[in-house]
C-alpha cells in the first residue's frame, strides 16, 4: 500500500529558531500535499495545502510566512516552522494523494511532535 | 460548507462487545467518506472508505461502516472489540478526490476487561 515517510518524530527546539519536517511518498506521486495541526486531544485542523511545483494554498488564520511550505517534487514536501515560539508546540501530520485521491486515497506520515522551548 | 459530526467524545466497552461509533456529515451532494483510527503520538491509519457503490463497507482489522443516504450517516461498526482496539477514531469526509479531508472532532474509545 501506499506508504508516506515523516521525519522527524519529534523535535525539540529553543525559540526563535526554525524547524523543518518532511514528508515523502513513497511509493506513488503525490500531486497534492496537506499539512494538519493536532492539538492534545484534539481533532487535525488543515493548515495547507500544496500541489506539486505551485505555491501552497493556506487556510484562514494559518500565517503563511511563519510556516513556509515547499512541495517542489512529486514525492517530497516540506513544512519550515520559522522563528518558533512555544505556541507553536503541536502535533504536525502530513496527508498525501495522488493525481485522482481514489487510487491511494489519503495517506498519512506518522507525524511530527514540536516542542519550543 | 462540509462538516463532521461525531457525537460521542469518549466511549467505553468491553473486550468482546460490540462496538458502534457514530459520524454524521453535512453536504449537498454524497462526499468521499472515509474512517481513520490514530494511537496516541501517531499518525492516522485508515481503516476504511466509501466513494460510490455498496454502501456497506468493509475495512481492516474487522471494521465495517455504512454509508446511509437518509440519515447523512457513516457509522462504522465491529461486533468484537479486542483491547487493541483502544484508540481515537475519526470520521472524516471529502468534497472529491481533490479536496482535503475534512475531520470530525474525533471519538475517543476505551477497553475494559
Known amino acids: 500500500g501506499a506508504v508516506v515517510s515523516q521525519h522527524p518524530s519529534w523535535v525539540i527546539c529553543k525559540s526563535g529558531t526554525s524547524v523543518k519536517i518532511e514528508c515523502r511518498s513513497l511509493d506513488f506521486q503525490a500531486t497534492t500535499m496537506f499539512w494538519y495541526r493536532q492539538f492534545p486531544k484534539q481533532s487535525l485542523m488543515l493548515m495547507a495545502t500544496s500541489n506539486e511545483g505551485s505555491k501552497a494554498t493556506y487556510e484562514q488564520g494559518v500565517e503563511k510566512d511563519k510556516f513556509l511550505i515547499n512541495h517542489a517534487s512529486l514525492t517530497l514536501s516540506t513544512l519550515t516552522v520559522t522563528s518558533a515560539h512555544p505556541e507553536d508546540s503541536s502535533f504536525y501530520i502530513c496527508?498525501?494523494?495522488?493525481?485522482?485521491?481514489?487510487?491511494?486515497?489519503?495517506?498519512f506520515g506518522s507525524g511530527t511532535r514540536l516542542t519550543v522551548v | 460548507a462540509q462538516s463532521v459530526t461525531q457525537p460521542d467524545i469518549h466511549i467505553t466497552v468491553s473486550e468482546g462487545a460490540s462496538l458502534e461509533l457514530r459520524c454524521n456529515y453535512s453536504y449537498g451532494a454524497t462526499p468521499y467518506l472515509f474512517w481513520y483510527v490514530q494511537s496516541p503520538g501517531q499518525g492516522l491509519q485508515l481503516l476504511l472508505k466509501y466513494f460510490s457503490g455498496d454502501t456497506l463497507v468493509q475495512g481492516i482489522k474487522g471494521f465495517e461502516a455504512e454509508f446511509k443516504r437518509s440519515q447523512s450517516s457513516f457509522n462504522l461498526r465491529k461486533p468484537s472489540v479486542h483491547w487493541s482496539d483502544a484508540a481515537e477514531y475519526f470520521c472524516a469526509v471529502a468534497h472529491s478526490g481533490n479536496t482535503p479531508l475534512v475531520f470530525g472532532k474525533g471519538t475517543r474509545l476505551s477497553v475494559i476487561a
Open positions: 496527508s498525501a494523494r495522488d493525481r485522482t485521491g481514489i487510487t491511494h486515497g489519503y495517506t
